[in-house]
């Protein structure tokens, strides 16, 4: 058997090395290294595929989280709504550019955001949503774009776990994630569903005037060459990963079907087992396994294991070569950086309760069946012992 990885970034080179590589050479060979013709095909291709009217590339995801606010104008003392349960990157983008973060809980089921816990955040100095779509499914953004229309908020999609999940409004219209909000982010962090072989980042909006605006913002404010019309940040996506995403980006549906089906032979490995809980489908697909369609892209493959055995199932997964992470184990209004009196430990019980249950198991574009059935043994057996 093959040495299990989180993430297989390396086998999954070697199967597409032959694409990459004269893409890369290529870029060297013109030395067009920032904003050269590649990050542009890139973009052209993102927006095709997204079915967006406008992809500012940019280098990296924390970026275009900060630059998506900056482009809609939020200011100090704003308040802007997102989920307790997430990396840090979206909560601290909020505090950098001195907006006040509001974290509240979320679902039991997808881990994304609570809607009834978001409708009772709402102040009048609420300006902004931040939905996360975490692990690789989208959160109720049905009912989030009609709770900012009612309340005239501005739409934030966190879409760096995400990337090509689709979402399926009760009509039936199916759309793809962070191209719902009035803007969208994500991350090309190597070890995303779309990932290049540095730091890459991307802002998506159907929005003329916006994606205008964030242009100048991700070069320096400048839209004209030394003419500096808006504040703007050093934040340009290299062509040399350009290259690579742009040369992934045509596999992305076949690498997020490759983990749909290693999700589904975990899910029938752990059906029967009662303290284990698999993850949840939703965004549309009410399916408990998704083999049908692509609402959940699974970034991580996330149980929780009930019965208090988590940390000890960590630290047997670890002693028998098993690579697994958790994701959170730290609340994000427990962080020190973002501790505030206002919260109130009895509005985060869903998030207090998953920081001592979840795990992730590896997933990626590479798991085999002998990888998948050693992992789910391994699993099965220790918490059955």
Do not use: W
């Not at 997933?363 to 002998?370: C, I, N, Q, V």
């Amino acid at each position: 058997m093959k040495k299990i990885q989180m993430v297989d970034l390396k086998g999954q080179y070697n199967a597409i090395k032959d694409v990459v590589n004269p893409s890369i050479q290529q870029v060297i060979e013109t030395t067009s290294f920032i904003n050269g013709p590649k990050v542009h095909e890139f973009q052209k291709n993102l927006e095709t595929y997204l079915g967006v009217k406008h992809v500012i590339p940019c280098a990296n995801g924390t970026d275009a989280l900060q630059i998506a606010m900056m482009g809609l104008g939020l200011k100090p003392g704003d308040e802007v709504i997102t989920a307790n349960f997430t990396f840090a990157a979206t909560v601290e983008v909020i505090a950098l550019l001195n907006l006040t973060p509001v974290l509240v809980d979320v679902n039991e089921d997808d881990f994304n955001i609570n809607i009834e816990a978001l409708k009772k955040a709402i102040t009048p100095k609420t300006k902004a949503i931040v939905p996360v779509h975490l692990f690789g499914q989208c959160a109720n953004m049905e009912a989030v774009m009609q709770i900012a229309k009612e309340h005239n908020l501005f739409v934030i999609e966190d879409n760096a776990q995400a990337i090509g999940a689709n979402y399926t409004y009760s009509n039936g219209n199916k759309v793809k994630a962070g191209t719902i909000g009035h803007v969208g982010a994500t991350s090309f962090f190597p070890s995303k569903n779309l990932g290049c072989y540095g730091d890459g980042g991307a802002i998506f909006t159907n929005n003329d005037d916006l994606a205008h605006t964030i242009r100048g913002i991700v070069n320096h404010g400048m839209y004209e060459r030394y003419h500096h019309d808006v504040v703007g940040v050093n934040s340009r996506l290299d062509s040399i990963q350009a290259a690579v995403l742009d040369a992934k980006l045509p596999k992305l549906d076949s690498y997020n079907k490759a983990r749909q089906t290693a999700a589904k032979k975990y899910n029938e490995a752990f059906k029967d087992i009662e303290t284990i809980i698999t993850p949840s489908i939703t965004g549309g697909c009410r399916e408990n396994i998704c083999n049908t369609c692509d609402c959940h892209v699974f970034h991580q493959y996330t149980l929780k294991i009930k019965g208090g055995k988590r940390d000890a199932l960590v630290k047997h997964l670890n002693e028998n070569g098993i690579p697994c992470g958790v994701y959170y184990p730290i609340p994000l209004h427990k962080q020190k950086a973002y501790a505030d009196a206002r919260y109130n430990e009895a509005d985060f019980t869903v998030t207090n309760q998953l920081v001592k249950e979840v795990i992730s198991l590896p997933m990626h574009t590479e798991l085999d069946d002998e990888q998948i059935e050693h992992i789910t043994s391994t699993v099965i057996k220790f918490v059955n012992g």
